[in-house]
Nanobody, 124 residues
Framework: QVQLVESGGGLVQAGGSLRLSCAAS????????MGWFRQTPGKEREFVAAINWSGGRPYYADSVKGRFTISRENAKNTVYLQMNSLKPEDTAVYYC?????????????????WGQGTQVTVSS
Protein backbone atom coordinates (compact mmCIF):
# COMPACT_ATOMS: atom_id res chain seq x y z
CA GLN A 1 0.00 0.00 0.00
CA VAL A 2 1.25 3.48 -0.91
CA GLN A 3 -0.30 6.58 0.58
CA LEU A 4 0.09 9.81 -1.37
CA VAL A 5 -0.46 13.31 -0.03
CA GLU A 6 -0.48 16.32 -2.36
CA SER A 7 0.18 19.89 -1.34
CA GLY A 8 0.89 23.24 -2.95
CA GLY A 9 -2.36 24.01 -4.70
CA GLY A 10 -4.04 27.38 -4.47
CA LEU A 11 -5.25 30.46 -6.29
CA VAL A 12 -2.94 32.22 -8.73
CA GLN A 13 -3.32 34.78 -11.49
CA ALA A 14 -2.83 33.85 -15.11
CA GLY A 15 0.86 33.84 -15.95
CA GLY A 16 1.83 32.91 -12.43
CA SER A 17 3.46 29.79 -11.02
CA LEU A 18 2.73 27.07 -8.49
CA ARG A 19 4.69 24.07 -7.32
CA LEU A 20 2.80 20.96 -6.34
CA SER A 21 4.36 18.31 -4.12
CA CYS A 22 3.32 14.73 -3.53
CA ALA A 23 4.76 12.85 -0.59
CA ALA A 24 4.63 9.05 -0.60
CA SER A 25 4.50 6.87 2.47
CA UNK A 26 6.40 3.86 1.21
CA UNK A 27 10.12 3.33 1.25
CA UNK A 28 9.90 1.48 -2.07
CA UNK A 29 8.74 4.73 -3.66
CA UNK A 30 11.77 4.65 -5.92
CA UNK A 31 10.45 1.59 -7.76
CA UNK A 32 7.22 3.35 -8.77
CA UNK A 33 6.48 5.53 -11.73
CA MET A 34 4.67 8.68 -10.67
CA GLY A 35 2.07 10.67 -12.52
CA TRP A 36 0.06 13.86 -12.20
CA PHE A 37 -3.49 14.01 -13.49
CA ARG A 38 -6.15 16.71 -13.30
CA GLN A 39 -9.90 16.76 -13.34
CA THR A 40 -12.63 19.34 -13.72
CA PRO A 41 -16.32 18.77 -12.93
CA GLY A 42 -18.07 16.61 -15.49
CA LYS A 43 -14.87 15.58 -17.24
CA GLU A 44 -12.66 12.53 -17.10
CA ARG A 45 -9.35 12.60 -15.31
CA GLU A 46 -6.74 13.97 -17.70
CA PHE A 47 -3.06 13.06 -17.93
CA VAL A 48 -0.71 15.96 -17.17
CA ALA A 49 2.76 14.53 -16.61
CA ALA A 50 4.59 11.40 -15.49
CA ILE A 51 8.09 10.35 -14.59
CA ASN A 52 9.80 6.99 -14.49
CA TRP A 53 11.29 5.46 -11.35
CA SER A 54 14.72 7.07 -11.72
CA GLY A 55 13.53 10.49 -12.83
CA GLY A 56 15.39 10.22 -16.09
CA ARG A 57 12.34 10.09 -18.34
CA PRO A 58 9.59 12.70 -17.99
CA TYR A 59 6.43 12.67 -20.07
CA TYR A 60 4.01 15.54 -20.65
CA ALA A 61 0.63 16.23 -22.14
CA ASP A 62 0.87 18.52 -25.15
CA SER A 63 -1.22 21.12 -23.32
CA VAL A 64 1.44 21.62 -20.63
CA LYS A 65 4.65 20.89 -22.50
CA GLY A 66 7.13 23.73 -22.08
CA ARG A 67 5.25 25.17 -19.09
CA PHE A 68 5.20 22.33 -16.53
CA THR A 69 8.11 20.32 -15.19
CA ILE A 70 7.85 17.05 -13.30
CA SER A 71 10.68 15.89 -11.07
CA ARG A 72 11.26 13.57 -8.14
CA GLU A 73 13.54 13.14 -5.15
CA ASN A 74 13.59 9.47 -4.25
CA ALA A 75 15.55 10.16 -1.07
CA LYS A 76 12.58 12.25 0.11
CA ASN A 77 9.84 10.01 -1.35
CA THR A 78 8.51 13.08 -3.12
CA VAL A 79 7.47 14.03 -6.64
CA TYR A 80 6.97 17.62 -7.78
CA LEU A 81 5.10 19.44 -10.49
CA GLN A 82 6.42 22.91 -11.23
CA MET A 83 3.75 24.83 -13.10
CA ASN A 84 4.71 28.06 -14.87
CA SER A 85 2.82 30.40 -17.20
CA LEU A 86 -0.43 29.16 -15.79
CA LYS A 87 -3.62 29.66 -17.76
CA PRO A 88 -7.26 29.71 -16.63
CA GLU A 89 -7.75 26.41 -18.46
CA ASP A 90 -5.26 24.81 -16.06
CA THR A 91 -7.84 25.21 -13.30
CA ALA A 92 -8.63 21.75 -11.92
CA VAL A 93 -8.12 19.38 -9.04
CA TYR A 94 -4.67 17.89 -9.46
CA TYR A 95 -4.00 14.31 -8.39
CA CYS A 96 -0.77 12.50 -7.78
CA UNK A 97 -0.68 8.80 -8.69
CA UNK A 98 1.73 5.87 -8.45
CA UNK A 99 2.16 2.59 -10.29
CA UNK A 100 4.84 -0.04 -10.73
CA UNK A 101 7.10 1.24 -13.45
CA UNK A 102 6.47 -0.02 -16.98
CA UNK A 103 6.60 1.31 -20.51
CA UNK A 104 3.33 3.27 -20.46
CA UNK A 105 2.48 6.29 -18.36
CA UNK A 106 -0.49 8.09 -19.89
CA UNK A 107 -3.56 6.17 -18.72
CA UNK A 108 -5.20 6.76 -15.35
CA UNK A 109 -6.47 3.19 -15.19
CA UNK A 110 -2.89 1.90 -14.96
CA UNK A 111 -2.17 3.73 -11.72
CA UNK A 112 -2.82 1.81 -8.52
CA UNK A 113 -2.52 4.51 -5.88
CA TRP A 114 -3.97 8.01 -5.78
CA GLY A 115 -3.75 11.03 -3.56
CA GLN A 116 -6.75 13.01 -2.38
CA GLY A 117 -6.16 15.86 -4.83
CA THR A 118 -5.29 19.52 -4.49
CA GLN A 119 -7.22 22.39 -6.05
CA VAL A 120 -5.48 24.71 -8.49
CA THR A 121 -7.40 27.79 -9.56
CA VAL A 122 -6.02 30.21 -12.15
CA SER A 123 -7.82 33.53 -12.45
CA SER A 124 -7.84 35.59 -15.63
Amino acid sequence: QVQLVESGGGLVQAGGSLRLSCAASRRTFSSYAMGWFRQTPGKEREFVAAINWSGGRPYYADSVKGRFTISRENAKNTVYLQMNSLKPEDTAVYYCAAKPDSSTYYYAKEYQYWGQGTQVTVSS
